[in-house]
């Protein structure tokens, strides 16, 4: 069991007891009027059958999850608090128990003030987020998804049409692998203009130095939407595996190597309407994923370690090599969306041009009742017999799942 609450609470209290005293020191301790809370409970049983990768274990599995969230709020203190329960057929079990988020929002002179931690996205389109900056959320998951935030201390001006913010993030005390941990500033212009909005962002941190993007969003009538996002990143990291491992170094098999001058596009765009639903679609292109001859390298490597029976140290870097942000450099994805009450239908193909690779996924969902719903997910990787997705871990995903509010 984990518990990541106490260095968060430690932060939180560190920055915001100021701000509380002067804002709130004339009001009572504790008013039952102002606090609302919220709970949300999710289980899933499912099957994972394994694929043949070289890469990892195969073997397939039969899991069992549970989460509940509770999300407090009293005045303008937010929180979200989570437990995750984790069995699969062999007896193994995981509870792990976060604060994903605990944060202060309200205003201290003329501007308006977060502070705490906090999940900020900025990103704005559906299949990957550039601007994802703090830390990368996944967009489309099977299954249940706990998302944490990274210490927050922003300050907001507002205009008529715009918002300036200035903010300082830190993500060193979260449970995270040390290359994604970073502390830095940023500066943050975003401006709505009747049927367009757009944003510009500067970041700077310790690890990734500058970090400048921005995107755009507009809409046609009232069915059509165009949206562009992208991201300069100034250093960033790649995995490599060592193309023939020998006695001395197949301990450690896998390394990774700094990088300067990451560049991320993404171009998008989707129509609704009450009869078709609503579809995306969307392309993008990530400087920093492996090129196809790399990972070709990187595969021929894996097969030579398991010639050579070096199985845990294999599987350890190959689940390293898959934990990039993007696989591939070149990625193209189409979302269908279908509700008609009380059913609701999603399909997404994920496709990738560089070796002919598929992820596709379909759900259904079935709402009970207003805080009821039941769902049921599959995700099956395929395409080209040698293509990049027919290496991950598992060839399919199929879940049943419950979930409600109250």
């Not at 041009?353 to 759900?363: E, N, V």
């Amino acid at each position: 069991m984990k518990t990541q609450q106490y260095p968060a609470l430690i932060y939180l209290t560190l920055f915001t007891a100021p701000l509380l005293c002067h804002a709130s020191y004339e009001q009572p301790l504790f008013d039952q009027q102002y606090f609302e809370q919220q709970w949300h409970w999710q289980t899933e049983a499912g099957y994972r059958a394994a694929s043949s990768s070289d890469m990892f274990e195969q073997q397939d599995a039969v899991v069992a999850q549970g989460a509940l969230w509770w999300n407090p709020s009293y005045r303008g203190w937010v929180g979200q608090l989570s437990a995750l329960g984790y069995v699969d057929h062999r007896g193994e079990q995981e509870l792990d128990l976060s604060v994903n988020e605990l944060f202060w929002m309200g205003q201290w002179g003329e501007l308006d003030w977060l502070v705490g931690k906090h999940r900020s996205d900025y990103g704005v389109s559906y299949a990957h987020r550039p601007l994802d900056i703090f830390l990368l959320f996944r967009q489309n998951p099977v299954g249940i998804q706990i998302e944490e935030g990274v210490g927050i201390v922003a300050g907001s001006y507002f205009t008529s049409q715009g918002e300036l913010t200035v903010l300082y993030s830190d993500s060193h005390f979260l449970d995270i692998e040390d290359r994604l941990k970073q502390r830095g500033i940023g500066l943050r212009y975003y401006q709505l203009d009747f049927t367009s909005e757009w944003q510009g962002i500067l970041y700077w941190d310790d690890r990734r130095k500058l970090n400048a993007g921005g995107s755009w969003v507009s809409t046609f009538g009232d069915s059509w939407e165009l949206h562009l996002e992208g991201r300069y990143q100034q250093r960033y990291q790649q995995p490599a595996l060592n193309s023939r491992v020998g006695d001395a170094q197949w301990q450690q098999p896998l390394s990774w190597h700094e990088q300067d001058h990451g560049w991320q596009m993404l171009v998008g765009g989707s129509y609704s309407s009450h009869l078709i639903g609503t579809v995306i679609m969307e392309y993008w292109n990530d400087g920093r994923a492996l090129s196809d001859q790399q990972w070709q390298s990187a595969i021929a490597t894996t097969a030579w370690l398991r010639a050579q029976q070096h199985y845990g140290n294999l599987w350890q870097a190959g689940g390293a090599l898959f934990s990039m942000e993007n696989l591939q450099q070149h990625n193209l994805m189409l979302h269908w969306q279908k509700q008609r009450q009380p059913w609701t239908n999603r399909i997404d193909l994920m496709f990738s041009p560089q070796d002919q690779g598929l992820i596709a996924t379909a759900s259904s969902e079935y709402e009970l009742s207003q805080r009821w719903l039941v769902r049921a997910s599959l995700r099956y990787f395929g395409g080209a017999s040698d293509s990049l997705y027919q290496q991950l871990p598992e060839s399919s995903i199929a879940l049943l799942s419950l979930e409600g509010r109250f």
